[in-house]
């Protein structure tokens, strides 16, 4: 009798303790602070600059030519990691959070693809950049396409690792990762925890094995920011709503610049037939393709060695345009 009662009181504390779960961390008592996310992912060479209402988290270095870096939906600055230790020695390479992701703060509701390319214009204006190219990756690919069309006389070349040009397809996800996004949306939608960003990041990868404990760390951190969810929702729904009914097909015709476009042909989020596709819609662009057979969705990431020598080989194959100009003269 005494094991009974006793296995009633451990059976009822586990059923307790499984139904606070979710509470808790829909009361966001699981989440990192942003200060605490802040002091983790914006370590020197990060500052914040106020670029009009928006309090932007920004990288800038290295002296050159400049580049401009827009990272992909979900991720943020420390995408280009590798690669801008790889190009800062030749270039400048500025990079920068735009919301709803990282830390960049926008106090304004996200009117989706517009909304970030209004900040890039809002950017570029205030930093005094003229003449760059634009190294972009998927989502951000597709900001660096409509920012473009909008701005030749800005950009010299665009180099794109994989990009929409219209509504991407959904992406094929192992049974648990699809079972945590269940959950998220419906029963705890301020919070995912650091297991499914592992699980999911690797099934983006060509090469599981390839994915980085660090990588995985700061994607956990940057998006379970308090609140980062609830932006990141209204974005996607203003892009369904309005972007996507239409994407940048008109965009991308209308520009001209050289464009490198480097694909992971394992990529599952845009598969390899959007490379060929990309290449009829910048039917005005000259364009190089590189397949990276063996990588995925991310090969700045995957493998950032090769496929950064390829981008810098593109880059310095570009005429001379602009006189160099380092942090210090434009600003």
Do not use: C
């Not at 002091?39 to 050159?64: I, K, M, Y």
């Amino acid at each position: 009798m005494g094991f009974s009662r006793g296995a009633a009181w451990v059976l009822a504390t586990l059923i307790i303790l499984v139904a606070a779960l979710p509470g808790s961390m829909r009361l966001g008592w699981w989440n990192p602070s942003y200060d605490t996310v802040r002091a983790h992912q914006a370590t020197p060479p990060s500052r914040f600059e106020q670029v009009g209402d928006v309090r932007v988290h920004l990288r800038d270095e290295g002296q050159g030519p400049v580049i401009l870096m827009l990272h992909s939906s979900m991720t943020n600055l420390r995408l280009w990691d590798d690669w801008a230790d790889q190009l800062k020695g030749s270039y400048r390479v500025i990079r920068f959070d735009w919301p709803p992701y990282g830390l960049t703060i926008d106090p304004t509701p996200s009117q989706g693809m517009p909304s970030a390319v209004a900040l890039v214009e809002r950017f570029v204006d205030q930093f005094k950049l003229d003449r760059f190219v634009i190294v972009a990756s998927s989502s951000g690919a597709t900001v660096a396409t409509l920012y473009t069309a909008r701005h030749p006389e800005k950009v010299r070349a665009l180099a794109l690792s994989t990009l929409p040009l219209k509504a991407p397809p959904p992406t094929p996800v192992s049974w648990f990762v699809s079972a945590v996004q269940w959950l998220h949306l419906n029963v705890v939608p301020n919070y995912n925890p650091e297991i499914f960003y592992r699980e999911s990041l690797a099934q983006l990868y060509g090469r599981p094995e390839r994915l980085k404990p660090e990588t995985v760390r700061w994607y956990y951190e940057t998006n379970n920011v308090p609140g980062g969810f609830a932006r990141v929702m209204r974005y996607l729904e203003a892009n369904q709503r309005t972007f996507w009914k239409t994407g940048a097909g008109d965009e991308a015709a209308a520009i001209r610049v050289p464009i490198l476009l480097q694909w992971g042909d394992r990529d599952i989020v845009l598969p390899i037939d959007r490379a060929d596709e990309a290449r009829r819609m910048f039917a005005n662009a000259p364009m190089q393709i590189i397949h990276y057979p063996d990588i995925g969705h991310y090969p700045m990431l995957e493998l950032p060695g090769p496929t950064g020598l390829d981008l810098k080989a593109f880059l310095d194959t570009l005429p001379a345009d602009a006189p160099p100009a380092g942090p210090e003269t434009a600003r």
